[in-house]
């Protein structure tokens, strides 16, 4: 079974930085592109971000581009999101996905999600 | 980039009735069409993928169609079970959500 547990969420000042990990089992983590979505409380799902099953390439969405940076270690079966001069719009929950083997592809499966509050 | 529209926001449904759910791309979407169900204090579930094809584990109710632009989620039966929020979701480049459609008790 798919399993997915983020961790790193907490209370960061606006222009702070945080790290999001999100640890995988279950399936092999090597060979899917993975995925960061987020979602404000009370609000819709935001795509944040995809990278390769290798690392290599990661993609973002306009709102965090040049601020977040995706990566994982597939030694570990893991995947990160550093966040960079955060702002009060980047609070909520954050949830990895599971994507496929290419970019173009559904997220069948997700994390429980963790919340990051920005406040000062 | 494909702005994705579903409406109505909130329906209104009382259980054992059909709730059809609608979903809208700017652009053709091809088959790149997702659905996906979540409750409160959860994270999404995926429901359909591919427009039509169900996720693994989820009941013969949930049934998705259409093509292109337009798309629909219908859900044949509601059981208590099923009152929650569903998003649909492009994945023709990156994925794009549409707002959510609440389904709620009548």
């Known amino acids: 079974e798919v399993h997915l547990v983020e961790s790193g969420g907490v209370v960061a000042q606006p222009g702070g930085s945080l790290r999001l990990s999100c640890a995988a089992s279950?399936?092999?983590?090597?060979?899917?592109?993975m995925h960061w979505v987020r979602q404000a409380p009370g609000e819709g799902l935001e795509w944040v971000s995809l990278?390769?099953?290798?690392?290599?390439?990661?993609y973002y969405a306009d709102s965090v581009k040049g601020r977040f940076t995706s990566s994982r270690d597939n030694s570990r079966d893991s995947l990160y999101l550093q966040m960079n001069n955060v702002r009060a719009e980047d609070s909520g929950f954050y949830y990895c996905?599971?994507?496929?083997?290419?970019?173009?592809?559904?997220?069948?499966?997700w994390g429980q999600g963790t919340l990051v509050t920005v406040s000062s | 980039e494909i702005v994705m529209t579903q409406s109505p926001a909130i329906l209104s449904v009382s259980p054992g009735e059909r709730a059809t759910l609608s979903c809208r791309a700017s652009?053709?979407?091809?088959?790149?069409l997702a659905w996906y169900q979540q409750k409160p204090g959860q994270a999404p579930r995926l429901l359909i993928y591919?427009?039509?094809t169900r996720a693994t584990g989820v009941p013969a109710r949930f049934s998705g169609s259409g093509s292109g632009t337009d798309f629909t989620l219908t859900i044949s039966s509601l059981q208590s079970e099923d009152f929650a929020v569903y998003f649909c979701?492009?994945?023709?480049?990156?994925?794009?959500f549409g707002q959510g459609t609440k389904v709620e008790i009548k």
């Open positions: 996905a599971k994507g496929g083997y290419t970019y173009v592809r559904h997220l069948d499966a």
């Open positions: 279950g399936f092999n983590f090597h060979d899917y592109v």
């Open positions: 990278i390769s099953s290798d690392g290599a390439s990661a």
């Open positions: 652009q053709n979407a091809n088959r790149n």
């Open positions: 591919d427009v039509s």
């Open positions: 979701q492009h994945y023709n480049n990156w994925p794009k």
